[in-house]
């Protein structure tokens, strides 16, 4: 009965001796290899620990000036008997809103790892590593201009687009991104490799699909990684006002007579619509002008009416049996507004036409033509755009001779 009781007092006390031994709340802080010599081609090396209670873990490397770099601030870790591993690639973020990341100068530095619990309890861990660093200056983005920073995205030819220019003392990859007023994130320059020079984007207003965005202040950020993980960023502002699509409608042409004699007069009415959200810019020769078959827009008055670039309408008319390609198409122009060139927005030289208004425009042209059938059409051009409504009111006029 003794030797009983004697052998459990033995078994009990094992069992509470073992009760009271406590698992580690870190341990095993290691790393991969003591020197990091990052060139630029993805070396790094890891730290690894293990925790043996959950715990929230931070890590940084701390220099020999006792200058703290921050990797990972309080991330919630749970007890586990596999180690956890960080990966230290030579960089470090810096809550620097211009130089968000940086590669970390040459020297010797102390990874070091804490644990903290719920309760309070703490353990620290540390280990060397030595950085070999190029010690390469960022990509800092220099001289940032946008011009203008107002834009109009509305196809008129005016501030449509604006040019963003700035200079990289070192190759990069740099990215664009468009802020909405509404706080969205809009892609518009993804990865593109940029060398030490000064670079140009022009935005349009546009999302990368086209779509014109609405009035309002748009912030736009540049972002430059360099090979050794350097990130610099940089924003600023442009402003959209009157943005818009413009649209016009024939909605109305008749062409008369419709059989005529060489040296006739064939008289086209013409209705059309702004049917769009902005101004239309236009340009003459003005409505009752009248064109022989002989000419084109390009040779009357002494070139004035020649094609402008960008963003001018006008209406056109032309024949089949036309041979000028897209540079000679409706050889017969005019100006659709509704006001008489007097009271153009300048003078005789261009005018406006605007959302909701109506104009009538009557094209006449001299037959010279020695064909028997001429097929007359009717068509909307804007200026280095292309053609809308092409061929619209298409009819067969008869020419005797």
Not at 38 to 47: F, K, Q
Not at 369 to 396: A, H, P, W
Request: proline share 6%.
């Amino acid at each position: 009965m003794i030797r009983w009781t004697f052998h459990l007092c033995i078994v009990l006390g094992a069992f509470l001796l073992a009760g009271c031994s406590t698992t580690p709340l870190l341990s095993t802080v290691a790393i991969s290899a003591p020197t990091l010599s990052p060139s630029g081609a993805g070396e790094s090396v890891n730290v690894s620990y293990t925790i043996g209670k959950t715990a929230t873990v931070t890590v940084e490397l701390v220099d020999a000036n006792g200058v703290r770099y921050l990797l990972r601030d309080n991330v919630e870790r749970k007890a586990s008997s596999d180690a956890y591993q960080l990966r230290i690639d030579g960089t470090a973020p810096t809550g620097d809103p211009v130089l968000q990341q940086r590669a970390l100068p040459s020297g010797t530095y102390q990874a070091v790892v804490t644990a903290t619990t719920a309760t309070g309890e703490r353990a620290t861990g540390q280990v060397a590593l030595t950085i070999n660093s190029a010690d390469t200056p960022p990509p800092l983005i220099e001289n940032l201009v946008a011009f203008p920073t107002t834009i109009s995205p509305n196809a008129d030819g005016r501030d449509d687009v604006s040019e963003i220019t700035y200079q990289l003392p070192v190759t990069a990859t740099v990215d664009i991104s468009i802020i909405t007023p509404d706080g969205r994130t809009l892609p518009f320059i993804t990865g593109e490799e940029s060398g030490p020079q000064v670079h140009r984007q022009v935005w349009n207003g546009k999302t990368t699909d086209g779509q014109i965005l609405p009035n309002g202040e748009y912030t736009y950020t540049i972002r430059a990684l360099d090979r050794y993980g350097n990130i610099v960023t940089t924003s600023d502002s442009i402003t959209i006002a009157d943005s818009g699509q413009p649209e016009a409608t024939i909605t109305y042409s008749y062409m008369a007579p419709q059989a005529l004699l060489l040296g006739d007069v064939l008289t086209v009415t013409i209705r059309i619509e702004n049917t769009g959200t902005v101004p239309i810019r236009t340009y003459g020769p003005a409505s009752g002008y009248e064109y022989t078959t002989n000419d084109v827009f390009s040779s009357i008055a002494d070139g004035k009416y020649t094609a402008k670039s960008g963003g001018f309408w006008r209406i056109g008319v032309d024949w089949d049996a036309n041979s000028g390609g897209a540079a000679k198409r409706y050889p017969y122009r005019w100006a659709m507004t509704p006001r008489t060139p007097d009271k153009w927005k300048i003078p005789y030289v261009e005018d406006e036409f605007l959302p909701g208004e109506r104009c009538e425009v009557i094209a006449r042209i001299k037959i010279l033509q020695q064909e028997n059938k001429m097929g007359f059409y009717v068509g909307l051009i804007q200026d280095g755009v292309g053609f809308f409504q092409d061929k619209s009111g298409r009819t067969i006029n008869k020419v005797g001779f």
